[in-house]
Structure formats: C-alpha cells, structure tokens
C-alpha cells in the first residue's frame, strides 16, 4: 500500500478526530496532498489540500474546523477535525499528485461516523 490512511472512528457530534495518511518517501517528496470524502451516495468532495511547500486550501463547509499539515521528514500528512458534525460522516480519502505528472496516488479510505 502506498498511501496508508487511518484514525477514523465513531465520535459525538462536537468532538474530534485526527486522521493521518503515511506515504512512502518517493509519492510523498514534491508532491500535493489532499484530503477528499465521500458520504454513501454522494460524489466525492475535495476537503483541504497541503502543497509541499505548506500552503494550504479548505471547503468551505470545513473551514474553521479542520486542520491540514505535513511532516515531510514522516513522509505524512494528517486531518485535524474539530467540533464534528454528522453532516462530516464520511468515508475519507488521502490523494498525492504533483501537477502534470502522473500517476496520481490513493490512499485506501477510513470511515469517520458522527453521531448526533
């Protein structure tokens, strides 16, 4: 597996998780990465991005509560999600692409469950 995400779980509606997704050295060096989700039977949405050189880009609808960063030196990139609402239920998806190159590397999901 070349991107390994984990730390979903099942959380209360205002609490909060930490996701990370670990690569291997080569997908991770010089490259973008991405947090994406998808709800059951819905498309699925971009949530934040991390450039390699840190600059960062959210949704809207999570702005202000989550937190993209990267440990270049771990070769990993985690989620931060504060104050969880059910409407972030989601299976959720790590993503490594660096423009004009391909392939475009994904990471197997971890299902995040917010209850009401």
């Known amino acids: 597996v070349q991107l390994q995400a984990s730390g979903g779980g099942s959380v209360q509606a205002g609490g909060s998780l930490r996701l990370s997704c670990a690569a291997s050295a080569s997908i991770f060096s010089g490259r973008t990465m991405y947090w994406y989700r998808q709800a059951p039977g819905e498309q699925r949405e971009l949530v934040a991005g991390?450039?390699?050189?840190?600059?960062?880009d959210y949704a809207e609808s999570v702005k202000g509560r989550f937190t993209i960063s990267r440990d270049n030196a771990k070769n990993t990139v985690f989620l931060q999600m504060n104050s969880l609402k059910p409407e972030d239920t989601a299976v959720y998806y790590c993503k490594a692409e660096r423009s004009g190159f391909r392939p475009i590397y994904w990471g197997e999901g971890t299902l995040v469950t917010v209850s009401s």
């Open positions: 991390i450039t390699s050189t840190g600059s960062t």
